[in-house]
Protein backbone atom coordinates (compact mmCIF):
# COMPACT_ATOMS: atom_id res chain seq x y z
CA UNK A 1 0.00 0.00 0.00
CA UNK A 2 2.71 2.37 0.76
CA UNK A 3 4.21 2.06 -2.69
CA UNK A 4 0.61 2.81 -4.03
CA UNK A 5 0.26 5.79 -2.05
CA UNK A 6 3.58 6.84 -3.35
CA UNK A 7 2.74 6.90 -6.73
CA UNK A 8 -0.48 8.56 -6.62
CA UNK A 9 1.52 11.30 -5.10
CA UNK A 10 4.02 11.00 -8.22
CA UNK A 11 1.02 11.07 -10.30
CA UNK A 12 -0.33 13.85 -8.80
CA UNK A 13 2.73 15.63 -9.10
CA UNK A 14 2.91 15.13 -12.70
CA UNK A 15 -0.64 15.74 -13.09
CA UNK A 16 -0.20 19.29 -11.89
CA UNK A 17 1.78 20.01 -14.78
CA UNK A 18 -0.65 19.23 -17.30
CA UNK A 19 -3.73 21.34 -16.79
CA UNK A 20 -6.06 18.92 -16.33
CA UNK A 21 -9.28 19.57 -15.78
CA UNK A 22 -10.68 18.40 -12.14
CA UNK A 23 -12.71 15.42 -14.15
CA UNK A 24 -9.60 14.47 -16.77
CA UNK A 25 -7.77 14.61 -12.89
CA UNK A 26 -9.89 11.69 -11.31
CA UNK A 27 -9.61 10.31 -14.65
CA UNK A 28 -5.83 9.82 -15.24
CA UNK A 29 -5.28 8.98 -11.88
CA UNK A 30 -7.60 5.93 -12.01
CA UNK A 31 -6.30 4.66 -15.24
CA UNK A 32 -2.68 5.15 -14.34
CA UNK A 33 -3.36 3.72 -10.80
CA UNK A 34 -5.41 1.03 -12.41
CA UNK A 35 -2.71 -0.14 -14.96
CA UNK A 36 0.16 0.29 -12.01
CA UNK A 37 -2.52 -2.30 -9.73
CA UNK A 38 -3.90 -4.76 -12.09
CA UNK A 39 -0.56 -5.15 -13.98
CA UNK A 40 -2.79 -4.55 -16.94
CA UNK A 41 -4.10 -2.04 -19.86
CA UNK A 42 -7.80 -3.74 -19.94
CA UNK A 43 -10.07 -1.34 -19.19
CA UNK A 44 -12.25 -4.35 -17.33
CA UNK A 45 -8.56 -5.11 -15.08
CA UNK A 46 -8.47 -1.73 -14.39
CA UNK A 47 -12.34 -1.05 -13.50
CA UNK A 48 -11.97 -3.94 -10.70
CA UNK A 49 -8.95 -2.09 -8.76
CA UNK A 50 -11.14 0.39 -8.19
CA UNK A 51 -13.82 -1.52 -6.40
CA UNK A 52 -16.84 1.22 -7.28
CA UNK A 53 -20.33 0.40 -5.82
CA UNK A 54 -21.59 -0.21 -9.53
CA UNK A 55 -21.25 -3.06 -11.63
CA UNK A 56 -18.01 -3.82 -13.05
CA UNK A 57 -19.51 -3.41 -16.54
CA UNK A 58 -20.90 0.24 -16.18
CA UNK A 59 -17.18 1.17 -14.78
CA UNK A 60 -15.72 -0.21 -17.85
CA UNK A 61 -17.98 1.78 -19.99
CA UNK A 62 -17.71 5.14 -18.25
CA UNK A 63 -13.80 5.07 -18.56
CA UNK A 64 -14.16 3.81 -21.84
CA UNK A 65 -16.36 6.94 -22.84
CA UNK A 66 -14.10 9.25 -20.93
CA UNK A 67 -10.87 7.84 -22.46
CA UNK A 68 -13.06 8.75 -26.17
CA UNK A 69 -13.56 12.36 -25.72
CA UNK A 70 -12.28 13.93 -28.38
CA UNK A 71 -11.92 17.66 -27.03
CA UNK A 72 -9.22 16.99 -23.83
CA UNK A 73 -6.12 17.75 -22.44
CA UNK A 74 -5.19 14.52 -21.93
CA UNK A 75 -3.21 14.35 -25.04
CA UNK A 76 -0.74 16.61 -22.89
CA UNK A 77 -0.22 14.32 -20.52
CA UNK A 78 3.21 12.79 -22.30
CA UNK A 79 4.86 16.78 -22.82
CA UNK A 80 4.28 17.32 -19.11
CA UNK A 81 6.15 13.68 -18.36
CA UNK A 82 9.30 15.05 -20.49
CA UNK A 83 8.85 18.51 -18.16
CA UNK A 84 8.78 16.34 -15.18
CA UNK A 85 11.31 13.85 -16.05
CA UNK A 86 13.33 16.58 -17.36
CA UNK A 87 15.72 17.04 -13.95
CA UNK A 88 16.63 13.19 -14.15
CA UNK A 89 17.35 12.08 -17.84
CA UNK A 90 19.44 15.47 -18.15
CA UNK A 91 22.25 13.71 -16.61
CA UNK A 92 21.25 10.83 -18.49
CA UNK A 93 24.21 9.42 -20.94
CA UNK A 94 22.01 7.57 -23.60
CA UNK A 95 18.74 7.30 -25.44
CA UNK A 96 17.73 4.77 -26.90
CA UNK A 97 15.06 4.54 -29.91
CA UNK A 98 13.33 1.54 -30.80
CA UNK A 99 10.61 -0.05 -33.24
CA UNK A 100 8.55 -2.67 -31.69
CA UNK A 101 4.47 -3.79 -32.51
CA UNK A 102 1.82 -4.78 -30.54
CA UNK A 103 0.02 -7.97 -32.33
CA UNK A 104 -3.78 -8.35 -32.26
CA UNK A 105 -4.29 -11.66 -33.96
CA UNK A 106 -7.98 -11.81 -33.25
CA UNK A 107 -8.22 -8.23 -33.59
CA UNK A 108 -11.34 -7.43 -35.80
CA UNK A 109 -13.16 -4.33 -34.64
CA UNK A 110 -10.14 -2.38 -33.79
CA UNK A 111 -10.27 1.09 -34.77
CA UNK A 112 -7.35 1.50 -37.89
CA UNK A 113 -5.69 -1.94 -37.48
CA UNK A 114 -2.58 -2.41 -39.66
CA UNK A 115 -0.96 -5.19 -40.44
CA UNK A 116 2.31 -5.47 -38.27
CA UNK A 117 5.55 -8.66 -38.30
CA UNK A 118 5.51 -9.93 -35.16
CA UNK A 119 9.08 -10.67 -34.42
CA UNK A 120 8.28 -12.49 -31.09
CA UNK A 121 6.96 -15.91 -32.82
CA UNK A 122 9.34 -18.23 -33.98
CA UNK A 123 7.94 -17.67 -37.93
CA UNK A 124 7.58 -13.62 -38.05
CA UNK A 125 4.21 -14.15 -39.16
CA UNK A 126 2.69 -10.63 -40.59
CA UNK A 127 -0.76 -9.84 -38.29
CA UNK A 128 -3.28 -7.46 -37.37
CA UNK A 129 -1.91 -4.76 -34.68
CA UNK A 130 -0.34 -1.64 -34.48
CA UNK A 131 3.64 -0.52 -34.24
CA UNK A 132 5.13 0.93 -31.66
CA UNK A 133 7.78 3.35 -30.93
CA UNK A 134 9.37 4.02 -27.97
CA UNK A 135 12.21 6.39 -26.80
CA UNK A 136 14.06 5.74 -23.66
CA UNK A 137 17.00 7.72 -21.08
CA UNK A 138 19.68 5.56 -19.81
CA UNK A 139 23.22 5.86 -18.18
CA UNK A 140 26.26 3.66 -17.36
CA UNK A 141 24.44 2.17 -14.68
CA UNK A 142 21.93 0.40 -16.48
CA UNK A 143 19.06 2.67 -15.14
CA UNK A 144 16.30 3.40 -17.65
CA UNK A 145 13.96 5.77 -17.49
CA UNK A 146 10.95 5.95 -20.61
CA UNK A 147 10.52 9.15 -22.51
CA UNK A 148 8.25 8.06 -25.20
CA UNK A 149 5.92 5.89 -26.19
CA UNK A 150 3.54 5.76 -29.29
CA UNK A 151 1.80 3.43 -31.13
CA UNK A 152 0.42 4.23 -34.13
CA UNK A 153 -1.11 2.55 -37.06
CA UNK A 154 -0.48 3.38 -41.13
CA UNK A 155 -4.07 3.41 -41.88
CA UNK A 156 -4.84 6.12 -39.35
CA UNK A 157 -6.42 9.14 -40.90
CA UNK A 158 -3.72 11.43 -38.57
CA UNK A 159 -0.70 9.08 -39.81
CA UNK A 160 1.05 11.62 -41.53
CA UNK A 161 4.30 9.00 -42.86
CA UNK A 162 6.97 6.96 -40.76
CA UNK A 163 9.99 9.14 -40.78
CA UNK A 164 7.50 12.05 -39.48
CA UNK A 165 6.31 10.38 -37.16
CA UNK A 166 9.89 9.50 -35.97
CA UNK A 167 11.16 12.93 -36.55
CA UNK A 168 7.76 14.36 -34.29
CA UNK A 169 9.04 11.97 -31.50
CA UNK A 170 12.83 12.89 -31.50
CA UNK A 171 12.03 16.72 -31.75
CA UNK A 172 9.73 16.01 -28.23
CA UNK A 173 12.03 14.02 -26.66
CA UNK A 174 15.36 16.46 -27.24
CA UNK A 175 14.48 19.43 -24.77
CA UNK A 176 14.63 16.57 -21.93
CA UNK A 177 17.35 15.20 -22.61
CA UNK A 178 21.78 15.70 -22.57
CA UNK A 179 22.84 17.75 -25.35
CA UNK A 180 25.87 15.83 -25.15
CA UNK A 181 23.73 12.14 -25.21
CA UNK A 182 24.57 9.63 -27.07
CA UNK A 183 21.42 8.74 -29.42
CA UNK A 184 21.25 4.72 -30.03
CA UNK A 185 19.15 3.93 -32.79
CA UNK A 186 18.23 -0.41 -33.65
CA UNK A 187 18.66 -1.59 -37.06
CA UNK A 188 15.20 -0.74 -38.12
CA UNK A 189 16.73 3.02 -38.24
CA UNK A 190 19.89 1.99 -40.75
CA UNK A 191 18.73 4.14 -43.31
CA UNK A 192 19.82 7.53 -44.64
CA UNK A 193 16.84 9.34 -43.10
CA UNK A 194 17.25 8.36 -39.75
CA UNK A 195 21.07 9.77 -40.78
CA UNK A 196 19.78 12.59 -42.35
CA UNK A 197 17.58 13.28 -39.11
CA UNK A 198 19.96 12.45 -36.59
CA UNK A 199 22.53 15.17 -38.51
CA UNK A 200 20.11 17.86 -39.17
CA UNK A 201 19.02 18.04 -35.44
CA UNK A 202 23.26 18.38 -33.98
CA UNK A 203 22.71 14.78 -32.15
CA UNK A 204 25.72 12.30 -31.57
CA UNK A 205 24.43 8.88 -32.51
CA UNK A 206 25.24 5.22 -33.44
CA UNK A 207 23.52 2.43 -35.80
CA UNK A 208 22.74 -1.01 -35.53
CA UNK A 209 23.67 -1.80 -39.05
CA UNK A 210 21.61 -3.98 -40.92
CA UNK A 211 23.57 -7.30 -42.53
CA UNK A 212 22.37 -6.46 -46.20
CA UNK A 213 24.14 -2.58 -46.39
CA UNK A 214 26.55 -2.03 -48.57
CA UNK A 215 30.17 -0.06 -47.44
CA UNK A 216 32.46 1.40 -49.74
CA UNK A 217 36.36 2.06 -47.73
CA UNK A 218 39.45 2.17 -49.15
CA UNK A 219 41.13 4.92 -51.34
CA UNK A 220 38.56 8.24 -52.70
CA UNK A 221 39.95 7.51 -56.15
CA UNK A 222 39.56 4.01 -55.93
CA UNK A 223 36.41 2.63 -53.65
CA UNK A 224 36.04 -0.32 -52.94
CA UNK A 225 32.19 -1.61 -51.87
CA UNK A 226 31.24 -4.58 -50.41
CA UNK A 227 28.37 -6.32 -48.65
CA UNK A 228 28.82 -5.78 -44.45
CA UNK A 229 28.02 -9.09 -43.66
CA UNK A 230 30.63 -10.52 -45.63
CA UNK A 231 33.20 -7.68 -45.08
CA UNK A 232 32.85 -8.14 -41.11
CA UNK A 233 33.16 -11.90 -41.47
CA UNK A 234 36.59 -11.91 -43.19
CA UNK A 235 37.89 -9.32 -40.37
CA UNK A 236 39.13 -11.18 -37.66
CA UNK A 237 40.51 -8.54 -35.65
CA UNK A 238 41.22 -8.90 -31.88
CA UNK A 239 40.71 -4.78 -31.64
CA UNK A 240 38.81 -2.13 -32.62
CA UNK A 241 39.62 -0.67 -36.41
CA UNK A 242 38.40 2.73 -37.42
CA UNK A 243 37.67 2.70 -41.35
CA UNK A 244 36.97 5.69 -43.58
Not at 33 to 41: F, L, Q, T, V
Not at 163 to 168: K, S
Not at 196 to 223: E, H, M, T, Y
Request: hydrophobic residues 40%; aromatic residues 8%.
Amino acid sequence: MKIMKRLHRSVQRLLAKASLTPAETDLATDVIGGISEAKSCHLRKIGRTLKENVPLIQTEQRLSRQLAEKESNLDSLPHAWLRHAAPVTKRMSFVAVDFSEISKPYGKKFEFIDRVRDASTPKKEIQPGDWLLSLEAGDHHHARLPLWMEAFSTKAFSYKGWWETVHRAILAVLPSTDPQALWLFDRGFDNNDTMRIADQLGLRWVIRVKKNRNVSFGDPACLQTKNLAMFANKRRCLHSVELE
